[in-house]
């Protein structure tokens, strides 16, 4: 339980009416008990206010508190944010240091007095485990994975399987239609065996990166895979070999970094967006989720599309395109003498 | 060993010929065994009755049996639906109820009597698993995560981890984005690091719930995440925070819903079909395999294509584009003052 | 630490200098410290020799390899087939035989006895590993699941599960909508519960497959879903219940492959793409990264886009896209009585 102004102070932002009310965790507006703060940063919320029983509400700065009936109001200026520092103060303590009785550690691998490793955990030769880290249950950390300080992993996370990276002794169709553009027919082939490239660069991680349930960072081939500092990655994300994450960088669920990839600082990765091999993305870029990006990208460019292309481009082609079926419509008109129609 | 008249009693099905005949098990004509059940829905199928030593077969309604070699037939009106009579006849036992000794279980949690908890699977504080739900090995239910009655997981599901929500302290470019379309330069920020909007509200999920390998369930914000009743989820499968999935709603594999949207009942979303956040798919809707929404959708409406449209309007612009290069070819051949090319 | 010549002989290379060098592991030129083999396999890498400390590269034959400060050269005609010996070559020794002590397997589980089983691995009735195959942490592998000589799976991987097969009693919007083309209402059901058609068939996996991380292959219903010989699959792929996948197959990272769906031998699946079910896919396809296929290909082809068609026919429709918006604006003026634009 925290007061009215507690809370306030803890999110840096303001409060009207009895500070001394308490708190005791948040809930949307119209299913919001007495005790609870309800949480109201748009109109659509705020129109729920009336629906509950919270007698505090948070609100974006600049509404007028008193048109609720409420007895007090914490009013910040970027509600997500506010989301941020609230929710902070009132989650559970984070999972205590120390390794569950069931983890599976290979006797090489180094792991902080910090660090929390959840029930089921393996952890391969040679691997580091950072300062408050936290390891959920299920997660397979490989040889010569190397974690920084405070990330967090969520459940079933693989870090540092094998990269795909396989080759045939002979040019193979994949690698003549890459260059031929489809054009030539398959090869022949005395033997079709695929060859494996073995992955013995491992995975560097840095500090305070996060990757949700049942994503996967291949090791690299002879130099590790990199994810950089605060980068924040989701489920079910796939991260090739050699790929190197720059910092800050967000990868939304189902997205996916092919093999040798490069991502800037910054850059924002939509869900199911997909990036080919051996492509440099810059810094603060934003691919729209489900784009497949299959080129270099520069710094500060927002992609849309498959293949990706500028937002600009694609939405006018986009507009083009649905255009188009009247267009034909009419040029056929005209093709058979017919008056072209009225539109 | 079932007879042909239990079978066909099973399966509320017609039969012919020598009822006593018993069978062990079901396979396709071509491969079936004397013992076996030819299981011949199609004419494909019917056509290698000849090729295999089945003595009875699953034939549709209205087929003459006599004209293949066989003792006997079971005939059903929807075939499918006889399959699925057929083969809940045929499953071995469901896995009996009881905790798999490996199990990991909060002193907390709720698990019902009757359900059945396979090897290595985790679960968490505050957590409840409904009667005679199966739990499969190396699944994952979070903290305050609800499951009604007879719920199946598949292996290696995750349930309740924590949303991808985060927030930077001044608006990010993926921010500044989604409002000017693109246009506008990164914004200059002093501190790009991602701060954690935490996931309080866990996940609810209603009676007769099946939930595929390697699938994920985010927990909400400050209310649960929810799954309706009779929902059927395939593999690898993402669900995001907030998300409100009704009753009866198929989410194929590789499906992905963003936080916060919500999808009506009866509703079904292809393989690969990404759901952008925010949003609102109504009831009886269906999205095409690999197609992405990016806004609201009305009731029964079929969808395809990126972004989404109605299927109709898809498949126009669509033709419309194969007939496009021809048309470009022919005001080239206009404009340069040459004849137009006879086609 | 291996000496130049024993590794240019187990590369089958030719090689020059002072084949006494001794190595000890691989690197990127920039990186190499003076025990290490510099690869430089392209002119960039070749650029960076200098920046390392590598006295001996591995180069394409047919580079002078005077020109750079080195003792020794490695030298092969196809670059990457070089790195998969050179590779296995320094790999750390597989896994050795044997069964984790925290493994559960069900007494029906045949399990050869030079196959490697992994922590928190599960195996189910009736299951079978071949000769010498690895199976990593937290596998799952169910009731009926048969894996060949030398298969390899990475962490997480779940094969076996039930497939994503159900009915309604009466026809459901989805199949109306296929047959409708997405003309008709929704169908009042009376009933909107989804049938389970049971999956009793298991998998059938051939030798020396690889299954990457986080990677799921459904039970076939009435028959094995089936993976052929040296077939070999990325993170987190899909491969529905009763798919046939022919011999050395690549599946790229996130792929899916629908139920029922015939997949030839030799043909590559790019990242993120998507097979419909019930469709064939001839053998030296190529289906080009998050393509999504609707509709049965023939041998050869090589497949883009959605749903893909020809490269050459993609390719020609996209171009023609990009140029519509200008003819569209061409068009309106010429309507208007204006001039068209000189372009």
Same mark, same amino acid.
């Given at each position: 339980?925290?007061?009215?102004?507690?809370?306030?102070?803890?999110?840096?932002?303001?409060?009207?009416?009895?500070?001394?009310?308490?708190?005791?965790?948040?809930?949307?507006?119209?299913?919001?008990?007495?005790?609870?703060?309800?949480?109201?940063?748009? %109109?659509?919320?705020?129109?729920?206010? @009336?629906?509950?029983?919270? %007698?505090?509400?948070?609100?974006?700065?600049?509404?007028?508190?008193?048109?609720?009936?409420?007895?007090?109001?914490?009013?910040?200026?970027? @509600?997500?944010?506010?989301?941020?520092?609230?929710?902070?103060?009132?989650?559970?303590?984070?999972?205590?240091?120390?390794?569950?009785?069931?983890?599976?550690?290979?006797?090489?691998?180094?792991?902080?007095?910090?660090?929390?490793?959840?029930?089921?955990?393996?952890?391969?030769?040679?691997?580091?485990?950072?300062?408050?880290?936290?390891?959920?249950?299920?997660?397979?950390?490989? &040889?010569?994975?190397?974690?920084?300080?405070?990330?967090?992993?969520?459940?079933?996370?693989?870090?540092?399987?094998?990269?795909?990276?396989?080759?045939?002794?002979?040019?193979?169709?994949?690698?003549? &239609?890459?260059?031929?553009?489809?054009?030539?027919?398959?090869?022949?082939?005395?033997?079709?065996?695929?060859?494996?490239?073995?992955?013995?660069?491992?995975?560097?991680?840095?500090? $305070?990166?996060?990757?949700? &349930?049942?994503?996967?960072?291949?090791?690299?081939?002879?130099?590790?895979?990199?994810?950089?500092?605060?980068?924040?990655?989701?489920?079910?994300?796939?991260?090739?070999? $050699?790929?190197?994450?720059?910092?800050?960088?967000?990868?939304?669920?189902?997205?996916?970094?092919?093999?040798?990839?490069?991502?800037?600082?910054?850059?924002?990765?939509? @869900? %199911?967006?997909?990036?080919?091999? $051996?492509?440099?993305?810059?810094?603060?870029?934003?691919?729209?989720?489900?784009?497949?990006?299959?080129? $270099?990208?520069?710094?500060?460019?927002?992609?849309?599309?498959?293949?990706?292309?500028?937002?600009?481009?694609?939405?006018?082609?986009?507009?083009?395109?649905?255009?188009?079926?009247?267009?034909?419509?009419?040029?056929?008109?005209? %093709?058979?003498?017919?008056?072209?129609?009225?539109?």
């Amino acid at each position: 339980m925290l007061s009215v102004k507690e809370i306030a102070e803890a999110l840096g932002a303001e409060w009207h009416g009895d500070g001394t009310l308490m708190v005791n965790g948040a809930a949307e507006p119209a299913s919001a008990r007495t005790d609870q703060l309800a949480v109201a940063l748009t %109109k659509g919320f705020q129109a729920q206010l @009336g629906q509950g029983a919270a %007698k505090v509400a948070l609100l974006p700065t600049g509404v007028d508190w008193t048109q609720f009936a409420l007895e007090a109001a914490i009013q910040a200026p970027r @509600g997500r944010l506010a989301m941020a520092q609230l929710t902070a103060t009132l989650a559970p303590n984070p999972v205590p240091p120390g390794v569950h009785p069931t983890a599976v550690l290979h006797p090489t691998a180094e792991i902080s007095e910090t660090a929390a490793i959840g029930a089921f955990v393996s952890i391969g030769a040679g691997a580091s485990i950072g300062h408050g880290c936290q390891i959920a249950e299920g997660c397979r950390i490989g &040889a010569n994975v190397r974690l920084g300080q405070g990330c967090i992993l969520h459940p079933n996370v693989v870090l540092g399987a094998d990269g795909f990276s396989f080759v045939t002794a002979t040019p193979a169709h994949v690698e003549v &239609a890459r260059t031929s553009m489809g054009q030539e027919a398959p090869p022949q082939m005395d033997d079709p065996t695929w060859h494996k490239i073995h992955s013995l660069g491992g995975v560097v991680i840095g500090d $305070n990166v996060e990757i949700g &349930a049942n994503s996967t960072v291949d090791a690299g081939t002879i130099r590790p895979t990199q994810i950089g500092n605060g980068t924040k990655i989701d489920n079910l994300v796939q991260v090739g070999h $050699n790929a190197v994450i720059g910092d800050h960088v967000l990868l939304c669920a189902q997205a996916g970094v092919a093999g040798s990839t490069v991502v800037g600082d910054r850059t924002v990765i939509g @869900g %199911k967006a997909g990036l080919a091999d $051996n492509i440099t993305v810059g810094e603060d870029v934003v691919i729209g989720g489900g784009s497949v990006v299959l080129s $270099n990208v520069p710094d500060g460019r927002v992609m849309l599309g498959y293949p990706a292309v500028k937002m600009t481009t694609h939405v006018e082609s986009y507009k083009a395109l649905r255009r188009l079926p009247r267009l034909l419509a009419r040029l056929a008109g005209q %093709k058979s003498g017919s008056q072209a129609p009225k539109d």
